[in-house]
């Protein structure tokens, strides 16, 4: 008598809730609905169980049948959550058993699901938590704690797959669950507020054109092809009405179209104008030591991976524990990996130290992000986000004129840009300074990447410019402009070349291009906002940085009252090659390195010099910060091979230093015990 009490009580909230939402909405969504009533697909039969109408078993079979088999069940098994609540038990016996042999959270031996990386989590443990309160499903006594958790995070430090296109929406269908279905008041309450504060996220870049098209921690190409009638697209035509109406329903916006959350702060939330910087998330280690302190070791780990933190050094040996405990590796997502099979768990840190350029860019947490928005105009980046290392799905910097995305794309350069790995938008990061509209992007790889195959002709620069969508296209020197209707935007591109008819640079050393901005509001006429572009004043240099033994790549903009500059600092080894740069070092030296054997080293390295290095000549051994830890003078007896006893140095990478009068011979050593 109490649960009917309570599911009449709760229902008569849903549709409370209902009436009071912008009226404009409910004309959308109920046109929404009805388009979907006419042109059914996997996702419209959601209104099928909402209007209490027979479902389309077809088409309901057809998700039924992939479950077992499909990577990301969950996008279905979100699905087929929310039509057993909305359809009062009549599909529970063609749904409930398909659902009862699939593991909901992570068990050894897992080759085919992904309970990790934000998205997934989200449907997994919200689906794992429905089944528990409305069919008795048996759950670790820790879900409910770890869901709060989860939920709590979310409205705290926002998300870690910040501004996604791709995976947002999913984290908003098992949101929408929780939000409209939980009977635990805390977890409907907590998943209400993280829903809202995703969609008002997604708005926070959204142009007056309807249009999303932003920074982002994880993302796909395609999502910046079209601006319309993309599974997003959907959720900001409901809440604002901007844009094309949608020609089909998607999967979160069946889900949007049948909540019962308030939706009107969201709504209100929208501004044509906007120009902020902020930072979401948390650093690692705050998560590691403070935030997720108290949950098991499984999930803490998942959590961490959640954020991208796989084989940061700091948490390398938590996830290799997980691998070992859990026999992950020959998972796809960790396949790569599978050669450190069998390695003692303690070495981990150290060869995720070792192999920095890649161990660490996965995460994307506690990013610094700049947004600039003018109508239909929007710039936003994240700053100084792991430069120089490899990238994974994250877009650091994206500017849109109203439906067309640009933005530099790091990495070898294909007739179709699109149909690069999902996994790797850029093989590098650049380094990115905003200030309002104008962003400063320069690369310069780490030479490390090479040990992992993103060998030179890999480390391109191209630039996304659909020209089809300008109005008009002017260029400038190394400057290119577009008009498209009211808004402008102008890229400095490092060179004026082309590969594969796409406007692109194959300098290996070191790239700088700038991105502007603006529109008829801000600058009047396309022909003042190229006459500002033309004042401006481009530097660019290398120099070698004597007291720190470092190579310095320095750029330089001035431009509409605004000057952004940034000074790039690396080790000895990542001197510039290309000879129309070299032309502009101070200091200048050739530069030739030298052999170091066996490497990686323990108690020993031989080194073998060239001819020209002469008795009396000094050799330096210093650390990846500076630090020398052996400085001798070269006997004339090792100068065929000089034997250096190691024994007393501690794991890492130790960089060593011959420098004649015309010379400097350099060498790395990796000492791994």
Not at 629 to 642: A, F, G
Request: hydrophobic content about 40%.
């Amino acid at each position: 008598m109490k649960l009917k009490f309570i599911i009449t009580l709760l229902t008569f909230l849903f549709f409370l809730n209902i009436d009071a939402q912008n009226p404009d909405f409910e004309i959308r969504r109920n046109a929404y609905i009805e388009n979907g009533f006419n042109h059914l697909n996997s996702n419209s039969i959601i209104f099928q169980a909402y209007k209490n109408s027979p479902i389309d078993t077809t088409l309901l079979n057809e998700i039924l049948n992939n479950i077992a088999s499909n990577t990301t069940a969950d996008f279905d098994i979100v699905k087929l959550i929310r039509i057993l609540f909305l359809s009062n038990g009549e599909y529970d016996n063609l749904i409930l058993p398909i659902l009862e042999p699939i593991p909901f959270w992570l068990t050894k031996d897992e080759k085919l699901r992904v309970y990790w990386s934000e998205n997934h989590m989200i449907m997994w443990m919200s689906s794992n938590w429905l089944l528990h309160e409305k069919y008795g499903k048996q759950v670790d006594d820790s879900l409910n704690s770890q869901l709060k958790h989860l939920l709590k995070l979310k409205v705290d430090y926002g998300f870690y797959e910040f501004f996604s296109s791709v995976y947002l929406p999913y984290s908003l269908s098992g949101l929408l669950n929780l939000a409209d279905f939980a009977q635990d008041v805390e977890i409907k309450h907590l998943a209400t507020q993280a829903a809202q504060k995703l969609l008002k996220d997604i708005l926070l870049l959204t142009n007056n054109q309807g249009v999303f098209f932003p920074t982002a921690g994880r993302n796909y190409y395609s999502k910046y092809s079209t601006p319309y009638n993309q599974n997003h697209s959907n959720l900001i035509y409901l809440l604002t009405g901007m844009g094309e109406e949608p020609t089909s329903v998607s999967h979160s916006g069946s889900f949007l179209a049948t909540s019962s959350i308030d939706v009107n702060s969201v709504i209100s939330s929208w501004t044509s104008t906007l120009n902020t910087n902020f930072t979401v998330g948390h650093s690692l280690l705050d998560g590691v030591n403070t935030i997720n302190k108290n949950i098991p070791l499984l999930s803490k780990v998942i959590f961490q991976w959640s954020s991208g933190a796989y084989f940061d050094p700091d948490v390398a040996l938590s996830t290799a524990t997980i691998l070992n405990e859990y026999n992950l590796w020959n998972h796809d997502e960790f396949k790569d990996f599978k050669d450190f099979k069998g390695l003692p768990l303690a070495i981990a840190p150290t060869l995720a130290r070792i192999a920095s350029s890649i161990s660490k860019s996965s995460g994307i947490y506690n990013p610094n992000i700049s947004i600039f928005k003018n109508n239909s105009v929007t710039l936003s980046s994240v700053q100084d986000f792991w430069k120089g290392k490899n990238g994974y799905q994250q877009f650091p910097v994206v500017a849109n004129t109203g439906t067309s995305a640009v933005f530099p794309i790091s990495g070898k350069v294909t007739e179709d840009l699109e149909n690069r790995s999902e996994l790797h938008a850029n093989t590098h990061l650049p380094y990115v300074k905003q200030t309002d509209n104008i962003a400063l992007v320069m690369y310069r790889p780490e030479k490390g990447l090479a040990l992992f195959g993103y060998t030179d002709n890999k480390l391109d620069v191209a630039l996304k410019w659909d020209a089809n969508t300008f109005d008009e296209i002017r260029e400038y020197n190394n400057w290119i402009l577009g008009r498209e209707k009211d808004g402008y935007i102008a890229v400095r591109r490092h060179c004026t070349d082309t590969i594969l008819n796409k406007i692109a640079c194959d300098n290996h050393d070191g790239q700088t291009w700038i991105i502007v901005v603006g529109n008829i509001e801000m600058y009047g006429s396309f022909d003042n906002f190229e006459n500002i572009i033309k004042t401006s004043i481009f530097e660019s240099k290398w120099y070698f940085d004597l007291p720190t033994l470092q190579w310095a790549y320095q750029s330089k903009i001035s431009i509409d009252n605004k000057v952004l500059e940034y000074t790039w600092y690396a080790d000895i080894f990542s001197f510039p090659t290309e000879k129309e740069v070299s032309t502009a070092i101070i200091n200048k030296k050739d530069y030739q390195e030298i052999s170091v054997y066996p490497n990686p080293a323990n108690t020993f390295v031989k080194l073998s010099f060239p001819n020209s290095i002469t008795k009396n000549s000094r050799y330096k051994i210093f650390n990846t910060v500076g630090e020398t830890v052996l400085e001798k003078v070269i006997e004339p007896t090792e100068l065929n091979n000089l034997l250096i006893n190691t024994s007393t140095f501690s794991n890492g990478l130790y960089f060593i230093n011959i420098e004649t009068k015309d010379k400097i011979y350099t060498g790395k050593i990796i000492i791994q015990k």
